[in-house]
């Protein structure tokens, strides 16, 4: 904190010109498009935030974006369950951890200039795949390289997702009130990395098994991928 805080704190100089510039840019275009009658598409327009909840691609879109982080936490919530049942071993366990955070720094890294390439609007309907299919190891095998396949694929989609993400808010519906918007997508990612240890839990104690609750997750992403890919049509046409 001592080190950081002063760093942040010189990046930010500057900062509330940037905004202003910003600000009154996105002011004039506006007036532009006002004054030559136009509307603006929905890809140029600058949402509110009372704007997307009303639009119908955010809910579709957000079934993507909660995914990793509450398929994930409920999996490794019950990670000793799973080792129990799967006799893994507990050092192969952690030492695959290694492989999700290697890989989700190096995805991170490199999906930035895909982003600048091909747009974030692509690649959110198809970043959630490495992840199904890391997660469908884990239903198919008992074998330990599932845990590595898992880890592995699953820290691709990590890495991708943080910079994915960000960027398609911003693509979707502007920068001028993207703080409201990505503090809301914030709140229900967090709730939902609350709720399914718990319900993950209860199918547990119920008697379902790794295998059903994990297919279940690869189900979740089957579903979210094309549910995306309506949304993004529905915006487009809107």
């Not at 590595?148 to 890495?159: D, E, Q």
């Not at 918007?181 to 229900?188: D, K, N, Q, Y």
Request: net charge positive; hydrophobic share 55%.
């Amino acid at each position: 904190v001592l080190v950081m805080a002063p760093v942040v704190l010189v990046l930010l100089r500057g900062h509330g010109v940037r905004h202003e510039a910003l600000t009154a840019g996105l002011a004039r275009a506006e007036e532009a498009s006002r004054a030559i009658g136009t509307t603006p598409s929905p890809a140029d327009r600058q949402w509110t935030l009372r704007q997307v909840l009303r639009h119908p691609s955010f809910y579709l879109v957000m079934s993507n974006v909660v995914a990793p982080g509450m398929l994930m936490t409920g999996l490794m919530f019950h990670q000793i369950h799973m080792l129990e049942v799967k006799q893994w071993d507990v050092a192969w366990f952690a030492f695959c951890f290694v492989a999700y955070s290697g890989f989700s720094v190096i995805t991170g890294i490199a999906v930035g200039p895909m982003i600048d390439r091909y747009s974030a609007r692509r690649l959110i309907t198809l970043y959630l795949a490495p992840m199904g299919f890391g997660i469908l190891a884990l239903v198919v095998s008992d074998h330990p390289a599932a845990v590595l396949v898992w880890f592995v694929l699953s820290g691709a989609t990590s890495g991708m997702h943080r910079s994915v993400v960000s960027a398609f808010w911003a693509k979707a519906y502007g920068v001028r009130h993207l703080g409201a918007i990505r503090s809301l997508v914030s709140s229900v990612s967090v709730v939902g990395t609350a709720i399914s240890p718990v319900l993950f839990g209860w199918m547990i104690d119920d008697g379902a098994s790794m295998e059903l609750i994990a297919a279940i997750c690869v189900i979740w992403i089957a579903l979210a991928i094309p549910a995306t890919w309506v949304g993004l049509r529905y915006s487009a046409a809107k």
